[in-house]
């Protein structure tokens, strides 16, 4: 349930800032860039386990929100599970 609740916002928080839509009653909120770490899978050919592949989603978040001057809306599924 929580990573369907997160991806459910994550669409309508999208949805909202793209085509001014979204599944609710009402949406307010700034301008945001959508980053997210949902859904990851290890690559074992390229030999990057899922420990690795989650590392470089966060860093590729943080690294964004470093160089960011706007507002940065993260969701993040089960980090370092």
Known sequence: GKSTFLKTV????????TIHTCAADAYRAPFFQVYSSMALKDDITSGESYYIVEIKALKRILDAAALRSGMI???VDEVLR
Not at 10 to 17: F, G, V
């Open 10 to 17: 994550a669409i309508n928080a999208i949805l909202a800032q």
């Open 73 to 75: 809306l993260c969701f």
